[in-house]
C-alpha cells in the first residue's frame, strides 16, 4: 500500500514538473504573429519591388559595360596588329619614304683628249662602295635609280652590266636619293670622301646636291624572298 502511495506521488510530481517547463518556455519563447495591416504589406512589398527594379538596372549597367570593354579590348587587340603590320612593312620597305636627304647624280667624265670606250654602267664595286659610305655617315633610307636599297638587295654584275636586284643601271645620269637624320652631317661627310676619287678613277664623276627638305623615295617593288614561312589552312570550325 505504501509503496503504491510513493508511485502515485511521484508521477503526479513528475506531471507538474512537465507542465511548469512547458509554461517557462513558452513564456521565454512567446509565438511572433505579423501585426501589419493590408497597407503595410502593399508598401513593404512596393519597397521589395523597387530594391529588385535597382538591382536588376544596375546588373544591366554592368553588363553594358562589360560588352563596350570587351568590344574595346578586341579592337585595340586589331588596331595594335594593323600597327604592328604597318610598321614591319615601313621596316622592310614596302611604303614610301619621305625626309631631309641629298640627291647624287654619277655621270661619265671624260678628259678633253680621252680616246675609249663610252662608260655605260656603274661597276657593282664602285656601287656597292657608296652604299657602305653612306651607311656609315647616317643614311636611313636609300635609292639607286628608284629602286629601293634593303637588306636583301643584291648588286651584282650580270653580262657586264651592274643590276640592282632585277634593275639594269646600264644608262647616265644615274641619280641616287639618300635620306638622313642629319643631312648636313650626311652632305659634309660625303664632299669630304675618297669615294668620290675611286669614281673618278673609273671615269665618273660624282655631283651631291646640298641638304633637300624633302626627298622622296619610292617603296621596294620586287617580290621578297620568304625562306621559312609556308600558308597554313584555316581549320573549319566545329558546329
Not at 83 to 99: D, H, I, Y
Request: glycine content about 4%; charged content about 30%; overall charge negative.
Amino acid at each position: 500500500m505504501e509503496h503504491k502511495k510513493r508511485i502515485h506521488f511521484t508521477l503526479i510530481t513528475m506531471i507538474i514538473g512537465f507542465m511548469l517547463a512547458v509554461q517557462f518556455q513558452t513564456t521565454n519563447h512567446p509565438v511572433v504573429r505579423d501585426t501589419r495591416d493590408m497597407w503595410e504589406l502593399r508598401e513593404d512589398l512596393k519597397k521589395e519591388q523597387e530594391l529588385q527594379r535597382q538591382l536588376l538596372e544596375e546588373i544591366r549597367v554592368y553588363e553594358t559595360t562589360l560588352e563596350s570593354y570587351q568590344q574595346k579590348r578586341a579592337e585595340s587587340k586589331e588596331t595594335a596588329l594593323r600597327e604592328t603590320v604597318e610598321e614591319l612593312r615601313k621596316e622592310a620597305g614596302l611604303t614610301e619614304v619621305r625626309g631631309q636627304g641629298v640627291i647624287i647624280t654619277v655621270e661619265p667624265f671624260y678628259e678633253e683628249n680621252y680616246v675609249g670606250p663610252v662608260i655605260q654602267t656603274v661597276s657593282p664595286y664602285l656601287l656597292k662602295r657608296l652604299v657602305n659610305e653612306l651607311n656609315m655617315y647616317g643614311a636611313e633610307e636609300i635609292a639607286i635609280a628608284d629602286q629601293r636599297i634593303i637588306n636583301t638587295t643584291v648588286i651584282r654584275d650580270v653580262n657586264g652590266v651592274t643590276k640592282v636586284d632585277n634593275y639594269k643601271i646600264n644608262s647616265f645620269p644615274l641619280q641616287i636619293k639618300v635620306i638622313a637624320e642629319d643631312a648636313e652631317k650626311l652632305y659634309n661627310r660625303l664632299k669630304g670622301s675618297t669615294v668620290i676619287e675611286d669614281f673618278v678613277l673609273d671615269g665618273l664623276q660624282l655631283e651631291i646636291s646640298h641638304p633637300v627638305n624633302t626627298v622622296v623615295i619610292p617603296p621596294y617593288n620586287d617580290s621578297l624572298p620568304i625562306r621559312y614561312m609556308k600558308i597554313v589552312k584555316a581549320e573549319k570550325e566545329e558546329k
